[in-house]
């Protein structure tokens, strides 16, 4: 069964910086969509970057620029990289996976497409 345990969240002030940790385990076979969610209080949940199904890295508009998507296929473990933080990205961040279905065209999914999740990491920003 997978398991997804992201990390890494934590109080900062406004063009500070934080490393999101997601450890996956469980994750055999086929190809699988990645992801980084937000969800800040009576907002819905949004992606802020993630992995498609073939393995091409996307990032939301708000985090071009700011926040980089890697992985350390070693330690089976997703990290994305947030600089320049702002208010505005303050929010619980949550990591998700799913398997890949469809092959013959690459694509990704919304959050409510996800099968599996973190337990979240909350992120402030203070101004």
């Known amino acids: 069964q997978v398991q997804l345990v992201d990390s890494g969240g934590g109080s900062v002030q406004t063009g500070g910086s934080l490393r999101l940790s997601c450890a996956a385990s469980g994750l055999t076979g086929g190809s699988y969509l990645m992801g980084w969610f937000r969800q800040a209080p009576e907002k819905e949940r949004e992606r802020v970057a993630g992995?498609?199904?073939?393995?091409?890295?996307i990032y939301a508009d708000s985090a071009k620029g700011r926040f980089t998507l890697t992985r350390d296929n070693a330690k089976n473990t997703l990290y994305l990289q947030m600089n320049s933080l702002t208010p505005e990205d303050t929010a619980m961040y949550y990591c998700?996976?799913?398997?890949?279905?469809?092959?013959?065209?690459?694509?990704?999914?919304?959050?409510?497409?996800?099968?599996?999740w973190g337990q979240g990491t909350q992120v402030t920003v203070s101004s």
């Open positions: 992995i498609d199904s073939c393995g091409r890295t």
């Open positions: 998700a996976a799913d398997r890949a279905v469809i092959a013959s065209y690459c694509y990704t999914q919304g959050p409510q497409d996800f099968d599996y």
